[in-house]
């Protein structure tokens, strides 16, 4: 096999499902779900993926990323064989396997050990192969005392680890991964992502859906965008992850890191209302504009709005990292009791220590009514990337440092500790 | 999906065009498959049950009883001068086998839609283990109706080793007509019902009750057409040595038990890669 071969080729891949139209009698639309010619038009049917063109090298690992609904997981069916394509062609080079789900046929009466087989077995492993890993799957798994306990018994934790840990083993020449990183705790989740890259060392090709823009930056060599069933991008995985968070939270390429006021009437919105929110910046504690901050550092944000006439009104600062992922809330009730406002005016959020690692940082303002409670708290005008600014480390925390993702800032002292006083 | 295995490994294609064939060729690549999830089928049935598989048997038992009592004891019904409880449980372990396995096989897919909405394998997999249970079921069955005989009277003689292949062919009779079903189940739920309403009829309209020698001549020839007929009374001439009379009947009724299965089979592979999309 000459190395340019394409292990996967798709060319006009799309998959369309009937959903007749409830416009007439519900009867009608029930004959024409039955019957194929009871005059069904362009307009019954809902096309969940279109037109799909893409290559994969083998040793390629392509990240899909898309919101809900986008036809991630249409094409990874399609690809696995689940469901047939309406149009186009797949080919696919290598023995392939599939891991749409985490716990593939496990039956809740039967004990680990007879699922690990089962499983197994519909995965494409062998038995002899599963019977000479077993011990491997086990210890990876990490619940050798319950494997001959009905899986039904197992912690939710228990059963994903036990699921994670056959299909860990599946050592095809092409992978199709859907959101497998989303279960277990975190150290079982490092755990899998350590196991995605190994195969990917290995020159495995493999497919991967995930939301989290963070692991297909860091796992990935390519990526695509699926929007309404189309791919709207490819490139490499970076370029993916970028592009990604532009469409779905607003992420502009190259923020503006001099405007330090930035006007919000006609920027992108979360929520669907009135635009309450108009303008806001960010100042130094002194009050000089700017969006340059140190850790353990000061940060005003003044926010100027318009028509907040609601019953328990809120604000809050949401401080986001480059990859979307929320690491700080100022929320204005946590100063505890209401806030007293005028419909119009400006408010100002102050903060004296800001506990944020160094790296650059996206501000999404809020505004709602809280309703006395959490569960009542209603979101009125949201903009997700509100404004940029970037937070250097300073004498805060010296050594190594801390990145934008790797938590919030303490400062910590370490000494030896006499022997006497040691733990125990 | 197909695959095919050229030097340089397995190249799959998936495509929208519909394919014609049985899907016999991808269900014995993957038999390793089918025999641990036939296994599973098997022992799923019987977990946390105090009296396990012991249930095969006790089921059909008594069935008899109650068959005994009204159709042997009150309505004494002509049996041709055999025990009528052994008479009648020779029919009704093949018709039990095959009454289940139709409801089985048909509603394979729609019982399964979490597997095969999840992970391909060949779906064959499916009807085929769904048959080997209640095969197993029957071969315990079997044993009971062996003991039951030999209470009666009827020692073991090499006949009795033609019972399994008449259980087996009421097997694959029961895939033959179930696979006709299992995809359009999936949409159609009604077929279920319909479908158990007309085996019970089956049932009757074959002569596990009461004797065939009950029907009137003029009759015989649709009466006779019935493949289950000839299951029924080979087990009986397997069990007890009544003797069968062969007519033309025997051999247009196995004739048209191997098309239903041709049948069945094509039907299944053309429409059960549809059933994932409209459950």
Request: with cysteine; proline share 5%; aromatic share 8%.
């Amino acid at each position: 096999m000459s190395s340019e071969r394409a292990a996967i080729a798709i060319e006009g891949l799309g998959k369309r499902y009937l959903i007749p139209r409830r416009d007439g009698s519900r009867l009608r639309a029930h004959l024409k779900e039955f019957l194929p010619f009871a005059g069904r038009d362009e307009n019954d049917y809902f096309w969940a993926l279109r037109d799909l063109d893409l290559e994969v090298r083998p040793g390629d690992v392509l990240g899909i990323v898309g919101k809900n609904g986008s036809g991630k997981s249409t094409l990874l069916k399609i690809l696995s064989g689940v469901t047939p394509p309406t149009a186009g062609r797949a080919v696919l080079r290598g023995k392939i396997a599939s891991l749409l789900e985490v716990g593939t046929g496990f039956h809740p009466d039967m004990t680990g050990r007879e699922n690990v087989f089962m499983s197994g077995a519909l995965l494409g492993i062998g038995q002899a192969e599963i019977r000479a890993k077993f011990d491997e799957i086990v210890d990876f798994s990490g619940i050798e005392t319950f494997i001959d306990v009905p899986v039904k018994r197992y912690s939710s934790g228990m059963y994903v680890r036990l699921a994670y840990a056959v299909a860990s083993m599946l050592r095809s020449d092409i992978l199709i991964l859907d959101e497998v990183m989303a279960v277990g705790d975190v150290s079982f989740r490092e755990k899998s992502q350590k196991n995605i890259e190994k195969l990917a060392e290995e020159g495995r090709t493999i497919l991967y859906v995930s939301h989290n823009a963070r692991s297909v930056a860091s796992l990935c060599t390519s990526g695509i965008i699926l929007d309404g069933g189309r791919c709207v991008f490819r490139g490499t995985a970076k370029d993916t992850v970028t592009a990604y968070l532009r469409r779905v939270h607003h992420y502009d390429d190259a923020p503006d890191m001099n405007a330090a006021a930035h006007d919000l009437a006609a920027a992108p919105r979360m929520t669907h209302g009135k635009h309450v929110l108009r303008r806001a910046s960010t100042h130094a504690p002194d009050g000089t504009p700017t969006n340059r901050f140190r850790t353990g550092g000061g940060m005003l944000v003044r926010i100027a709005y318009e028509g907040a006439t609601v019953a328990n009104p809120y604000f809050s600062v949401l401080v986001q990292n480059e990859f979307a992922e929320r690491v700080a809330t100022l929320h204005s009730t946590h100063q505890g009791g209401d806030l007293r406002i005028p419909a119009n005016g400006v408010v100002e959020c102050r903060t004296d220590d800001l506990r944020l690692g160094e790296g650059a940082y996206r501000l999404m303002l809020d505004f709602g009514s809280y309703g006395g409670t959490r569960a009542a708290m209603v979101s009125l005008d949201c903009v997700p990337n509100a404004i940029p600014i970037r937070v250097e480390l300073g004498e805060y925390v010296k050594g190594i440092g801390l990145d934008s993702f790797q938590g919030a800032a303490h400062r910590s002292a370490w000494r030896l500790c006499d022997k006497d006083t040691g733990a125990a | 999906m197909t695959e095919d295995r050229p030097d340089d490994g397995p190249v799959t294609v998936i495509e929208p065009s519909v394919r014609f064939g049985l899907g016999l060729a991808g269900t014995w690549r993957s038999r390793e498959l089918l025999l641990i999830f036939s296994r599973r089928q098997i022992s799923a049935r019987y977990r946390q049950m105090l009296l396990g598989t012991l249930w095969a048997a006790m089921e059909p038992l008594g069935l008899l009883l109650m068959m005994t009592v009204i159709f042997g004891l009150l309505l004494k019904v002509d049996t041709e001068g055999y025990p009528y409880p052994v008479f009648a449980f020779a029919g009704m372990a093949a018709w039990l086998v095959f009454s289940r396995a139709t409801l089985a096989v048909a509603g394979c897919l729609l019982d399964n839609m979490g597997l095969i909405s999840k992970v391909y394998f060949p779906r064959l997999i499916l009807p085929v283990a769904a048959v080997a249970r209640e095969l197993f079921d029957g071969l315990l069955m079997m044993a009971i109706l062996l003991l039951l005989a030999f209470a009666y009277g009827y020692p073991p003689t090499p006949r009795m080793l033609a019972l399994p292949l008449i259980l087996a062919f009421s097997a694959l009779l029961a895939l033959a007509v179930g696979l006709w079903f299992a995809a359009f189940l999936v949409k159609f739920r009604d077929i279920r019902p319909i479908l158990g309403l007309c085996l019970q009829a089956g049932m009757y309209a074959t002569p596990i009750v009461y004797s065939a020698s009950l029907v009137p001549d003029r009759f015989r020839p649709i009466y006779d057409l019935n493949p289950m007929l000839w299951v029924v009374e080979f087990s009986r001439w397997a069990l007890l040595g009544k003797e069968v009379a062969l007519s033309p009947a025997l051999f247009l009724s196995g004739g048209v038990s191997l098309l239903l299965l041709l049948g069945g089979l094509s039907v299944f592979s053309l429409y059960e890669r549809m059933a994932v999309d409209v459950q």
